[in-house]
């Protein structure tokens, strides 16, 4: 359940706020509790996969972390089943546009790909044996690039394969670097990935050659890139503190600090012409993009552990998950100009019902007979009012007929 307050005497404040779409009151969904690691989304936003590593357990004198499981969700994370993957410490995974070809990498072993959207997977056989980072896969799932982060006399790399994963390559990326992140444009030309302590390095030749990015050395948690690979993005913290978000709009041969807060960034995710950002920091905040980091909106999201982001290609479904929680969505968006407010909830199978209640302590909320009409462009539920006079509380709630 998710609550939303309209005030016509704030309505320029609330406008503001919520103005965007993407500035949305995020919900817990039925995932279980777990140290969730890494999660991914199909193009539409309907197929998600998730991973996650298993509680620390004491070895005497050092701390060994126990396996864990893969998740997929076919309706935009509503409700979540679990995978007949392998039980493993995961590390990272990533979707195909269509949601069906899969590649996951654990903290150490081999790498595993799913052609069925998670039903099925196999160990690609061709692949190495790692310490893995990070992985990244293409729009159609046939190019897939995985990290190896180097650390200390141990040389890291980033590999690729062309093929969806039968072969694979060791690029000329550094060796030195201990890598965080990287991310893949939709035909799986340009990469971009990130390093801890380290650099921001691109490559728009599939990883035959790679260049550094203009910024200094960092705590690179998260990068994305535009589907058309002309808008970058990097986030983190730096060596002494907390950075900022910064964006590059020309295929990175510029950059600029955006405008978002200064934090520890952890995971940015963007829309599919880039034009939408959402990005999580250590602080607990959930912070959305509508116009390519112009301008940043904080989302009314629980301050919890966020860990990873995954968006749809518009932008329009969301996704986080929490190392050590669950994993949530945005369940009730709100806009409003004219004196009228529109209301937007997720598609789904689980009968939600719009309600409303002038006094939040009040316990008697009163359904909303209007019927909603549902937009098949995003898949989702909307409904326009009437502005009222006084503040209104807003909430969608899952009917007893449901349950």
């Known amino acids: 359940m998710s609550i939303l307050k309209f005030s016509p005497i704030t309505f320029a404040i609330v406008l503001a706020i919520v103005q965007s779409a993407l500035a949305q009151s995020w919900s817990q969904t039925g995932a279980p509790i777990a140290n969730w690691f890494s999660i ?18 004491n070895q005497g004198s050092w701390f060994t972390t126990l396996p864990g499981a893969i998740y997929t969700s076919t309706n935009s994370g509503l409700s979540w089943n679990l995978s007949d993957g392998p039980s493993d410490v995961w590390q990272s995974v990533a979707s195909s546009y269509d949601g069906n070809e899969l590649a ?24 190495p044996v790692a310490f893995w980072g990070n992985i990244a896969i293409s ?11 180097g650390a200390e006399a141990v040389p890291g790399g980033i590999l690729m394969s062309l093929d969806a994963g039968i072969t694979w390559q060791q690029t000329t990326a550094p060796t030195d670097q201990d890598w965080a992140s990287i ?35 960092g705590i690179w948690e998260s990068v994305a890139v535009s589907s058309n690979g002309q808008m970058f993005v990097a ?33 940015v995710a963007t829309s599919a012409d880039g034009s939408r950002i959402v990005a999580a920091n250590g602080y607990g905040q959930i912070y959305t993009s509508p ?40 369940m009730l968006g709100i806009t409003g100009s004219s004196g009228e407010i529109a209301l937007s ?35 989702q539920y909307g409904l326009t009012l009437p502005s009222t006079n006084h503040n209104c509380f807003y909430r969608v709630q899952q009917s007893q007929a449901a349950h």
Not at 44 to 54: M, R, W
Not at 105 to 124: D, F, H, M, R
Not at 187 to 213: C, M, P
């Open 40 to 57: 991914a989304s199909s193009g539409d936003g309907n197929n998600l996969v998730a991973v996650t590593q298993g509680d620390q357990t």
């Open 183 to 217: 991310a893949l444009s939709g035909d799986g030309k340009k990469l971009i990935a990130g390093a801890i302590d380290g650099g921001v390095f691109l490559s728009t030749n599939s990883g035959t050659t790679w260049f550094r990015a203009s910024m200094t050395d």
């Open 291 to 330: 116009d390519s980091g112009v301008t940043w909106h904080q989302n009314d999201a629980p301050s919890v552990g966020w860990f990873a982001l995954a968006s749809s290609s518009d932008g329009a479904k969301l996704v986080a998950v929490v190392n050590g929680g669950g994993i949530y969505i945005p």
């Open 235 to 267: 986030c983190g913290s730096s060596g002494f503190g907390p950075q900022s978000i910064f964006i590059s709009t020309n295929s990175a041969s510029t950059w600029s600090q955006s405008s978002v807060p200064v934090a520890s960034w952890q995971t």
């Open 104 to 127: 996951a990498v654990p903290e150490y072993g081999g790498l595993y790909i799913s052609t069925n959207a998670g039903q099925s997977w196999s160990e690609a056989t061709n692949a």
């Open 139 to 149: 729009a159609n799932g046939l190019t897939i690039a995985a990290t190896i982060p």
């Open 345 to 379: 909830w997720p598609s789904n199978s689980f009968n939600f019902q719009l309600q409303q209640s002038y006094d939040l302590t009040a316990t008697n909320w009163t359904a909303i007979t209007n019927v909603p009409v549902l937009n098949l462009t995003n898949l």
